[in-house]
């Protein structure tokens, strides 16, 4: 048995260390637990539609059309 370190991604299992894939295997896949923000945040693909939201709030913020959140008064 070895333990080697791989990222599943929408189902599809991808290795990060090198290994001998020749033939087929039996594998045990732990999942370890994560904060899902970190791994939204630190995925590098491309988010269009994010980027034209961050950058329409940023222009708000310069245009002054933002209020500042106040934590005393959210839910």
């Given amino acids: ?3 080697i370190k791989a ?3 929408n189902g599809q299992i991808t290795p990060e260390e090198p290994f001998d894939a020749n ?3 039996d594998a045990i896949v732990v ?3 994560v904060d899902p923000w970190d791994a939204i945040l630190q995925d590098p ?3 269009p539609e994010l980027d034209r939201l961050a950058e ?3 222009q708000e913020y ?3 059309k933002t209020t500042p959140i106040d934590p005393d ?3």
Wanted: proline share 8%.
């Fill in 1 to 3: 048995m070895k333990a």
């Fill in 7 to 9: 990222v599943i991604d």
């Fill in 23 to 25: 033939g087929r295997y």
């Fill in 31 to 33: 999942v370890l637990d």
């Fill in 45 to 47: 693909r491309p988010r």
């Fill in 56 to 58: 329409e709030a940023h």
């Fill in 62 to 64: 310069l245009q002054g």
């Fill in 73 to 75: 008064t959210m839910p």
